[in-house]
């Protein structure tokens, strides 16, 4: 099979690598990929946003399969105008449409969702600037802190946790006064759920699904959870708490009700579901859903499934997932995200980066493996090019015995301004290995 897949950060490096392995697949293309993806696949010049070059190079290609990574050619319709093109009604497509990607694109359509098919997730309000009064009045109903979310897509921002009603009320006027532009148009207001969160994936094609090994992601920038908010900064999968019994109530109470409710709803579904899940006290709330991959978590996930993803997409794009199945390393995948210094906020590019021999060279056999994001290639030299540089990934047994390798590993990479977390998975060790 010929694959292109969509996207240019970790994530898609982690899924084009995956997809390689397999040996149904005989050309991989990446549009636009990164340096890491150039030597694994060919790589495409293009926007993923620019749906007739995608078109262009389907086409040129002889593409069998489309894999999506970022959810912004989903929200704006890719599937949909793939569908409707008779040139390209044989491609197979891993992603929804238009209308199943509301489920990210819109916080609102997600709320009303679960609480139409009785999913469990926090109480909640949606409000336009017309419903000014009632919104203050809703607020003034919760205990702090308060949950503000613009309702559509705002580059991952737009959730706000506020820990007093004045300030509260003030964020609320400046989203629906334009703070993340027509995303806050209308605003969500929800209960604040207390708990350890942990981010599921699911893969399915519309009536049946594949449950992929599950992550915990670190979104901040400082160590022990403190500073801004990022992309992600680590993952380890698995997950120590989401044990059997944790999924098992996963599974009966959000993953199935998720794709019956899709079912009935007449949305047909054909890709990945990333589902938030906070846990309170043993029981999994949906915090949201994304209809793509996590980033870092992806990087991590991948490696830890021994089965063939490319047999698994197939048969979720051609709806015949029921008789699949994953199989699925117990070893721990560890992954720790090496940014440029200032990332979050404002940061120089352009850094030579050096140091390891795996930076360009993924071996099999090798414990460790690199997933580029944000670098680049000038007179022939490898430099950041981004935030988010190099994702790395270790995989062996046991959180301890990861970090050792991991953080030696990370030693050894070398830009200007590097910077990395070292608590990652320290909060999941167990008693004895403190
Ligand atoms: P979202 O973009 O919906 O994932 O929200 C971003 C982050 O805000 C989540 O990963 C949570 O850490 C936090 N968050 C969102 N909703 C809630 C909630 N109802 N209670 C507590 N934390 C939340
Ligand atoms: N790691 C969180 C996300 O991809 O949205």
């Known amino acids: 099979m010929n ?59 002889d593409i069998d399969m489309v894999v999506v990574g970022p959810e912004d050619p989903l929200v704006g319709g890719l599937r949909d105008f793939i569908e409707s093109d008779p040139q390209l009604s044989r491609v197979l497509f891993i992603g929804p449409g238009k209308s199943g990607a509301r489920l990210e694109g819109s916080k609102d359509f997600a709320k009303e969702f679960m609480s139409r098919h009785g999913i469990p997730t926090a109480a909640y309000k949606s409000f336009t600037s017309a419903g000014l009064a009632e919104a203050d009045r809703f607020l003034e109903s919760l205990n702090p802190p308060y949950v503000l979310k613009a309702d559509g897509l705002a580059a991952g921002k737009g959730v706000l946790i506020v820990d007093n009603l004045p300030e509260a009320k003030r964020q609320l006027r400046e989203m629906l006064g334009g703070k993340f532009g027509e995303a806050g148009n209308t605003v969500v207001i929800e209960q604040f759920l207390a708990g350890i969160e942990v ?179 000038r007179d022939g030299k490898l430099v950041t090019s981004g935030g988010r540089v190099l994702a790395v990934t270790v995989n062996g047994k046991g959180i301890p015995a990861c970090r050792e390798v991991i953080y030696r590993e990370m030693e050894k990479i070398g830009f200007t301004g590097k910077y990395y977390r070292k608590d990652i998975g320290l909060d999941l060790l167990g008693p004895k290995e403190k």
């Not at 994530?11 to 340096?35: D, V, Y």
Request: some cysteine; proline content about 5%.
């Open 199 to 377: 981010s599921v994936f699911v893969l399915t094609d519309g009536k049946d699904y594949m449950i992929l090994p599950e992550a915990k992601d670190y979104k901040r920038i400082g160590e022990n959870d403190k500073g801004l908010n990022t992309g992600g900064m680590g993952a380890v999968s698995p997950v120590p708490f989401a044990d059997r019994d944790f999924m098992a109530k996963t599974e009966q109470k959000i993953i199935r009700p998720t794709i019956e409710g899709l079912k009935k709803d007449g949305i047909d579904y054909k890709g990945f579901i990333f589902i938030g899940l906070m846990n309170c006290a043993g029981e999994p709330y949906v915090i949201e859903y994304n209809v793509r991959m996590g980033d870092p978590e992806t990087e991590a996930v991948m490696t830890r499934i021994e089965s063939d993803l490319l047999e698994h997409l197939t048969a979720a794009a051609q709806g015949r997932l029921s008789g699949e199945k994953i199989s699925v390393s117990p070893e721990e995948a560890f992954t720790v995200v090496c940014v440029s210094g200032g990332y979050p906020e404002s940061y120089e590019k352009g850094f030579e980066i050096t140091g390891t021999p795996y930076l360009l060279e993924n071996r099999p056999d090798s414990p460790v493996k690199i997933f580029h994001s944000g670098t680049a290639v």
């Open 3 to 61: 694959v292109l897949v969509l996207g240019s950060g970790g994530r898609e490096h982690a899924i084009a690598w995956k997809i390689r392995q397999s040996k149904k697949c005989t050309a991989l293309f990446c549009m636009p990929g990164n340096p890491g993806t150039a030597r694994i696949a060919q790589n495409i010049e293009g926007s993923v946003k620019d749906f007739n070059a995608i078109k262009e190079q389907i086409l040129r290609h």
